[in-house]
């Protein structure tokens, strides 16, 4: 891929249709994970935990305040969580192994197979779209999600550092 026209230069167009791209991009994976989460019955921050506990797969060992770390929730919402994630089937509760006085929260066998059926297929759709990419070209687009996610990271911590803007009346 050339850059001969450097990083500031180039059809203005051409990059506000790649800013709407990805946009409606970000927009189609909410609504999706939207969707998700409606058919499973639990709210976005309960579909956000279930994702950690699929990625760790059946073997891994999240203690509740990991998922608290990662969810940006207190011990007290991480409780109600688990407990209701627990009453649906969604998860378990066990001592660790390693350190009896730790608790360890897997997702259930049913709930691993319930997220690949639901999951999978965008997976499968994802190889297939990427299967005619170029070792360089993949590259490339992973320098750009990953460029793309750190920024959204530093926004976060800045954002969250703003204060609070309340409620405006219009």
Do not use: W
Request: glycine share 12%.
């Amino acid at each position: 891929m050339s850059r001969e026209n450097g990083p500031a230069h180039g059809d203005g167009a051409l990059r506000a249709e790649l800013g709407r791209e990805v946009q409606a991009g970000q927009t189609a994976v909410d609504a999706f994970d939207e969707a998700v989460a409606i058919h499973l019955g639990v709210n976005r921050t309960d579909l956000r935990c279930l994702e950690i506990l699929v990625r760790e797969g059946a073997e891994g060992n999240v203690t509740p305040s990991v998922l608290g770390t990662g969810l940006g929730l207190t011990t007290g919402s991480v409780t109600a969580m688990l407990d209701r994630l627990e009453r649906a089937g969604y998860l378990t509760r066990s001592p660790d192994p390693g350190d009896r006085r730790k608790v360890v929260v897997r997702a259930t066998p049913e709930t691993l197979a319930k997220v690949e059926e639901l999951y999978g297929p965008v997976v499968e759709r994802g190889r297939r779209l990427i299967s005619g990419y170029s070792d360089e070209e993949i590259r490339f687009v992973l320098g750009f999600l990953r460029g793309s996610r750190e920024l959204y990271e530093t926004e976060i911590a800045r954002v969250r550092g703003l204060p609070a803007a309340g409620r405006r009346r219009v």
